[in-house]
Structure formats: structure tokens, C-alpha cells
T-cell receptor, first 112, second 112 residues
Framework: LAKTTQPISMDSYEGQEVNITCSHN???????ITWYQQFPSQGPRFIIQ???TKVTNEVASLFIPADRKSSTLSLPRVSLSDTAVYYC?????????????FGTGTRLLVSP | DGGITQSPKYLFRKEGQNVTLSCEQN?????MYWYRQDPGQGLRLIYY???????QKGDIAEGYSVSREKKESFPLTVTSAQKNPTAFYLC???????????FGSGTQLSVL
């Protein structure tokens, strides 16, 4: 399984763009990169998933360089409600989510 | 209103007691999962089930048991053999083993 490394915490202010980088040096050919968001005392929520280059949806963008050894979750114009823990998961989702590992994630604190 | 319902939200266990956490989903998902989360930590997989009447151990199954008699239900029993049961328990489901996870709102279990 590909091991991931994320910053333990990040601070930002409302209206700023936040970029959270995840390192996954031993990512395998069939592995996808998936990000989840978790608020206190709630279950995680799927944000975005990608394999290469760039993926964008209504809440975030995911940038993946050609070597795929890292990825960056970009949250545009964050608000206070974006304060949460963000998890980067790497794995072959074709074989099932049971093999994906939720690490300690990145705690994002957005201030006024 | 489709989703995953976990109950109760808070649960207390006495020494030597077995307790059962409920998880129900009306998303018609085939796969269901149980995770444990300790304070400030990531999620660890306890059990998962791909289809009715079938389930597999995850990374920390000792002291826990599950059943999957109905597609929509995947209850977790924390037995007296689990010596450190205090944690936040999360149930999840997915349409298939390679589809994104949908989580419930969790059950906080504490020992009296």
C-alpha cells in the first residue's frame, strides 16, 4: 500500500485559497488518489478523486503531476465552514475501499 | 431522504458487557464497513461486508463481531473481549467495493 504524508495542520483566513499537498512516493500504477473531509463528531465526506493531471468539481480541484508522487488538494476561497480534517488516500480502488488507509489527515483551521 | 443512520449517538458500556451499535442504510448499497476512530487519529477498519451473509475482518477485528443478514443493516457488537472500546465508531457503505464511501454520523462509545 502506498504510504501518504500530509502536513499535520494548516491555518488560513476566509477568502483565501488553500492548497494541501500529499506525498505518496510509492504510488502504484493502478492507484487512485482520493480526498475526504471530516468535521468533528461526524463521518468523513468524499471530496474528490483523481488519477492524473487535474480534476475539478464544485468544491475543490485536485492537481496531480506527471510522476504522480504527490498531489495537491486546492480549496478556492475558503470559509469558516471549511475548518475540518482532510484525508488523502491512495490505493487501487478497483480492488475495494477496504484497503485504503485513513491516516491522521491535515487539520485545516480557517479564521475570520 | 437517503443515507446511513447510526444509533445510538452516544453509548456507555459497563465492564464485561456486550453492546451493539446499529447501522442502517437505504442507499441500496452492497458494501458496508465499520471503522474505529480514536481521538486525533485516523480511521481503522474493523470489519467489512461486500454482500449479504458475507463479511471479512479488517485490521482490528479482535473483540468485535458483525452480522449481515439484510442488505440494509450491518450491526457491530463490541464484546467484553475488547478491552479498550472507548472510541468513535463509524459505519460506511458503498455501491460496490470500488465506489466511494458514504459515512454515517457515528456512535461515541464510552466505558463506565
Amino acid at each position: 500500500l502506498a504510504k501518504t504524508t500530509q502536513p499535520i495542520s494548516m491555518d488560513s483566513y476566509e477568502g483565501q485559497e488553500v492548497n494541501i499537498t500529499c506525498s505518496h512516493n510509492n504510488i502504484a500504477t493502478n492507484d487512485y488518489i482520493t480526498w475526504y473531509q471530516q468535521f468533528p463528531s461526524q463521518g468523513p465526506r468524499f471530496i474528490i478523486q483523481g488519477y492524473k493531471t487535474k480534476v475539478t468539481n464544485e468544491v475543490a480541484s485536485l492537481f496531480i503531476p506527471a510522476d504522480r508522487k504527490s498531489s495537491t488538494l486546492s480549496l478556492p476561497r475558503v470559509s469558516l465552514s471549511d475548518t475540518a480534517v482532510y484525508y488523502c488516500l491512495v490505493g487501487d480502488t478497483n480492488t475495494g475501499f477496504q484497503k485504503l488507509v485513513f491516516g491522521t489527515g491535515t487539520r485545516l483551521l480557517v479564521s475570520p | 431522504d437517503g443515507g446511513i443512520t447510526q444509533s445510538p449517538k452516544y453509548l456507555f458500556r459497563k465492564e464485561g458487557q456486550n453492546v451493539t451499535l446499529s447501522c442502517e442504510q437505504n442507499l441500496n448499497h452492497d458494501a458496508m464497513y465499520w471503522y474505529r476512530q480514536d481521538p486525533g487519529q485516523g480511521l481503522r477498519l474493523i470489519y467489512y461486508s461486500q454482500i449479504v451473509n458475507d463479511f471479512q475482518k479488517g485490521d482490528i477485528a479482535e473483540g468485535y463481531s458483525v452480522s449481515r443478514e439484510k442488505k440494509e443493516s450491518f450491526p457491530l457488537t463490541v464484546t467484553s473481549a475488547q478491552k479498550n472500546p472507548t472510541a468513535f465508531y463509524l459505519c460506511a457503505s458503498s455501491r460496490g467495493m470500488n465506489e466511494k464511501l458514504f459515512f454515517g454520523s457515528g456512535t461515541q462509545l464510552s466505558v463506565l
